[in-house]
């Protein structure tokens, strides 16, 4: 059994300098292929549900298609609920199994944060399933999780022993330039930020809107404390365009299994790259 929580599979990595991955998945065969590459390189894996995601395969299929698949990989895997604003749908994954889930009220007030986080803490720790939120306000589109670039915020430093020591969770998502989605140019990451955070919490820090992000870029924000990198947008269009090539060059193909394949192949050779560019290959 290799179903396990954030804070568990997330132990270790800051001393040791690297981080896992965290990628969004929204049917079978693109969780699958996730799982097979994280396999394939002997490498803890973190697998994420939106809100959207949740709705569309259902709240068990999910639970239990995950479970299923990761009793039979031998690596650590978790299943985590991405950016979640809806408290109710929160405490639902938590009573189904998820061992992991973000609750994302970083557009509310700093108290108003506090207040939702502590009060999902408590639910998920007596089910012993662990919590991430966010301080700032990562900018872009998550989703139903929309923040333009004026609500966009960097996560002060000085506030975040306070957060955490009055929520009591588990991983912290922190905004220092990353956005959600596809960039229009390389963004500007600041590097000292996290590491100026990493100086004074021990809390796991969570990189989100890495697409675009160059394989450096990912380095140097390891190197400088994040130990948990989120990869949702570049599995998604790894997905759409494996079923638009095989539609592409065999248009008569009526075994839906052809079709699929290829996702599963596709997403799990983008997570082998990203699992060897985050240094967690070997780790599992
Ligand atoms: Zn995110």
């Not at 799982?35 to 959207?52: D, L």
């Not at 502590?118 to 919590?131: D, F, L, P, R, T």
């Not at 999780?145 to 998502?173: W, Y």
């Amino acid at each position: 059994m290799s179903f396990v929580t954030l804070k568990e599979i997330l132990r270790g990595t800051r001393e040791n300098g690297y981080a896992v991955g965290a990628f969004n998945f929204n049917s079978y065969e693109d969780v699958q292929g996730i799982i097979n590459g994280a396999v394939a390189k002997n490498a803890p894996v973190i697998v994420m549900a939106s809100m959207g995601a949740v709705k569309y395969i259902g709240l068990k299929a999910t639970a239990y298609m995950v479970r299923g698949i990761a009793e039979s990989a031998e690596i650590p895997v978790c299943l985590h609920l991405d950016h979640a604003t809806d408290l109710d749908l929160i405490r639902k994954c938590i009573d189904v199994g998820f061992t992991s889930v973000m609750i994302d009220a970083s557009m509310k007030s700093y108290e108003e944060n506090i207040q939702e986080t502590a009060s999902i803490v408590a639910y998920a720790k007596k089910m012993g399933c662990s919590v991430e939120a966010e301080l700032g306000r990562v900018g872009g589109r998550e989703e139903e999780v929309i923040v333009d670039e004026a609500s966009a915020a960097f996560t002060n430093p000085e506030d975040v022993p306070d957060f955490v020591k009055r929520t009591g969770i588990d991983a912290l998502a922190i905004a220092f330039g990353t956005a959600h989605g596809f960039y229009k140019k390389e963004p500007k990451l600041d590097y000292e930020r996290i590491a100026a955070i990493a100086e004074i919490t021990e809390i796991p820090l969570v990189m989100h809107g890495g697409t675009g992000v160059s394989e450096e870029g990912f380095r140097k924000a390891i190197r400088n404390g994040i130990s948990k990198v989120n990869v949702g947008t570049e599995l998604k269009a790894t997905y759409v365009s494996a079923i638009r090539d095989v539609t592409a060059k065999n248009p008569g193909e009526g075994d839906p299994r052809k079709y699929m394949c290829s996702v599963k192949q596709d997403c799990s050779e983008v997570v082998q790259r990203k699992i060897d560019i985050f240094g967690c290959a070997g780790r599992g």
